[in-house]
């Protein structure tokens, strides 16, 4: 008997490198794009090892858990870690950038997450992708949270390493992720004796072995079912068109965040402005004595599939995650959370207007 995920054909190098051209365009680049046979954080950890290491001066700016990470990474390979943490209410401005740019000139990598899923925040991208080349500084940007949900431009950034996975607002899989590599960004990495080569993390190897290969034969079996996810979810924001699903996005951002002030009992939007939220995913504050994880799970119990969480570590206390990205991008989806945690709000002796906040979200929507 076959079955839909059981008995494919093995996937072609052809097909493959369509895949890699397809997500190219969606990103509007001229640069290579290595798609990794693994979860974002493959490319994410592939590309700080490459290029960094001792004798690298890096400004890594942390607005949420994965500059943390990427700080790690840094010191791991041995580079000088310069952290920028803005408070994670807030975005980072370019102003800041400059600052450290002032005080340390011989910054030679800067690493960015674009926007946080996990604190709702975006970045101003291409003010300091202008300032990061003006220094001739490397630019790193982690684009998972962003692609889909507004732009990605690592081209017109002058991004060199822009990483992206589809599990958030491109609505795909999760088990593969691409990277877009600049021309000095492969340099880097050819110079640099520490970047993994023979490796699962190597980017070199894939470069070797494939894009300067001519692309014609896979060096290794390719997570087929991934991929082939990869190329329907491509296929969908294809003809969905990418303006219309970051439209839908930046709406249901709007939307939360509106329908959250009108609900009231003190649930407040957690990044203070609304130009600093992420379109992805909004982060709501619970009024004080309100465990946030408390009221998700009483939230969640009404409605399991609700897309809602409470904040990672320390901030499940106080964080509420709309995750309103891929198929949640839709009104639909906002009105049944807000509504849930509106009830679970009530449930728990605190006043809210349910019916403000429908009419806040249809009147985002519209
Ligand atoms: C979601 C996300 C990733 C991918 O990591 P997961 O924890 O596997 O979801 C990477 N970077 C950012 C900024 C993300 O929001």
């Known amino acids: 008997m076959t079955h839909p995920f059981l008995d494919l054909a093995p996937l072609s190098a052809a097909h493959f490198a369509s895949i890699e051209d397809r997500v190219a365009r969606l990103l509007g680049t001229e640069q290579d794009v290595v798609i990794m046979q693994g979860e974002a954080l493959l490319p994410l950890e592939g590309a700080i090892r490459s290029t960094a290491g001792p004798g690298t001066v890096a400004l890594n700016v942390i607005t949420g858990p994965y500059g943390q990470t990427f700080g790690n990474w840094l010191r791991d390979c041995g580079a000088e870690v310069i952290d920028l943490a803005v408070p994670f209410h807030t975005a980072v401005t370019a102003d800041q950038i400059r600052e450290a740019f002032t005080e340390r000139p011989d910054i030679d990598f800067v690493s960015l997450v674009h926007a946080e899923a996990a604190t709702g925040n975006t970045n101003p991208v291409a003010e300091i992708g202008e300032m990061v080349r003006a220094h001739g500084a490397l630019f790193y940007l982690d684009a998972v949270a962003s692609i889909g949900a507004e732009p990605v431009l690592p081209d017109a950034w002058g991004v060199d390493l822009c990483v992206i996975g589809a599990q958030k607002a491109m609505g795909g899989p999760a088990g593969v992720s691409a990277v877009s590599v600049s021309e000095r960004a492969w340099s880097r990495m050819a110079a640099n004796p520490g970047a993994p080569r023979r490796s699962y993390l190597s980017l070199l ?3 070797a072995r494939w894009t300067d290969a001519g692309r014609t034969t896979l060096p290794h079996a390719p997570a087929q079912l991934e991929m082939l996810a990869l190329e329907a979810c491509l296929e969908r924001i294809e003809s969905e068109g990418l303006t219309t699903v970051m439209h839908r996005h930046a709406t249901a951002a709007a939307a939360t965040r509106a329908g959250a002030l009108s609900l009231g009992g003190g649930l407040e939007p957690y990044v203070h402005s609304a ?9 709501l504050r619970t009024p004080p004595g309100i465990i946030a994880s408390d009221l998700v799970a009483t939230a969640l119990k ?20 709309v995750n309103h990205y891929g198929v949640d991008a839709t009104a639909e989806a906002v009105q049944n959370s807000l509504a849930a945690l509106g009830t679970a709000l009530a449930e728990q002796g605190v006043s809210v207007d349910g019916e403000g906040a429908r009419r806040a979200v249809e009147g985002a929507w519209r």
Do not use: F, I
């Open 275 to 283: 130009t600093e939220a992420a379109p992805v995913a909004t982060t």
């Open 302 to 321: 009404s409605n399991p599939a609700l897309p809602l969480a409470a904040g990672g570590g320390a901030l499940a206390k106080e964080m509420v995650r």
């Open 205 to 207: 190897d894939w470069k």
